[in-house]
């Protein structure tokens, strides 16, 4: 049984949508016991909505307070110790769950993962995994939020963090890993880049394959993609805004006239297929790679679906053992420097 708090509190739409998906995960896999964490009145209200939920791996664990979305989050970790956020990721230091999913504040999220659940030795700093649809399948995007300062040997381990992920989730032998440049030559980019790229080039424990430009990213040139956070999560953002205005454009074209709609008609079962490809909510929330346990931020805007995904997410995640593996990876690096 894989145990997953997850905050009833946080994003757009708690705690409705953020139960409903619980709910959703906990009757879609018997192997799954979500912790609700949350105002307990409401927790239980929204539980009463949900009908024949599986009572028996669905349990509420009161929290009186909640991180806002523009509170500063040191300030809200360390004075808000009731809230969802601080309540769920103790219980993933405690060890009484195995993972934490939350839609809440990104800030409040990143510095309780590291003050609260703690990095794993060796990580100097823990990114922001999220994975984006690709011609190919999906790639890996990191950092997609957590360090917009980063050092060269952050990005180096971004990359091995990554490339555990991928090879042990997603199921890709030797991820290719690219860089994010504004071109494909080595000797382009800013000073972070190219400092990285030597260091990426000589990290045997990588499938380095170059620089990858914005362009090729939609064409799945990399399975892993490395960046700062500051990159990434305009990288994200534009991904994100690209495909629904893409696809609100589809529609009303679709529209315009009689042959139009007589031809969305045609075209409809294969449209829809494609376009659930490119449906970032079917891959789950983003994991902050390289803590101790497992933390999970999902979009502040994700619905029910998105936040079913993200705890299923946790459960392979659990059963391929990931964080034991990046640990073990930064070991074996450390004990081969020191010989």
């Known amino acids: 049984m894989v145990r997953i708090a997850v905050d009833a509190m946080g994003g757009d739409n708690a705690p409705g949508e953020i139960i409903k998906g619980a709910v959703d995960a906990a009757s879609r896999r018997e192997d799954i016991h ?3 964490v949350g105002r307990e009145d409401a927790v239980k209200q929204g539980l009463a909505a949900c009908p024949n939920y599986p009572k028996a791996r669905i349990t509420v664990v009161p929290a009186s307070e909640v991180i806002e979305t523009e509170e500063p989050p040191v300030n809200a970790i360390r004075r808000k110790k009731d809230s ?3 309540v769920g990721m103790n219980l993933v230091k405690k060890g009484e769950a195995d ?3 939350s839609a809440g504040n990104s800030g409040a999220i990143l510095v309780g993962g590291q003050m609260i659940v703690g990095r794993i030795k060796g990580v100097e700093r823990a990114p922001f995994g999220a994975l984006i649809p690709t011609e190919q399948g999906v790639s890996l995007l990191l950092d997609s939020g957590a360090n917009v300062d980063a050092r060269a040997s952050h990005l180096v381990q971004f990359a091995q963090m990554g490339s555990i992920y991928m090879e042990h989730v997603i ?4 991820p290719r890993v690219g860089i994010v440049n504004v071109g494909a030559e080595e000797e382009k980019g800013n000073a972070l ?3 990285t790229f030597p260091l ?5 424990d990588i499938n380095f394959t170059g620089s990858i430009e914005a362009r090729e990213i939609p064409h799945g040139g990399a399975d892993v993609i ?3 956070a500051f990159t990434g999560n305009v990288i994200l953002k534009l991904y994100e805004g690209t495909g629904a205005v893409l696809l609100s454009m589809v529609k009303k074209g679709l529209m315009t006239s009689l042959r139009s709609k007589i031809g969305a008609l045609l075209v409809k079962p294969a449209l829809k297929e494609t376009m659930k490809k490119f449906d970032a909510s079917q891959y789950g929330g983003a994991p902050l790679l390289g803590l101790k346990g497992l933390v999970v931020k999902t979009h502040g805007s994700a619905k029910a679906k998105e936040v079913s995904n993200s705890i299923i997410q946790c459960v ?3 059963e391929q053992k990931i964080n034991e593996k990046i640990k073990e990876s930064l070991e074996a690096k450390e004990q081969a420097a020191e010989t």
């Open 99 to 101: 993972a934490f999913v």
């Open 84 to 86: 969802s956020i601080v």
């Open 193 to 195: 880049v190219k400092e």
């Open 34 to 36: 979500v912790y609700l």
């Open 200 to 204: 990426m080039k000589a990290c045997p």
């Open 316 to 318: 392979t995640f659990k």
């Open 226 to 228: 490395v960046c700062e």
């Open 171 to 174: 199921g890709i032998e030797k």
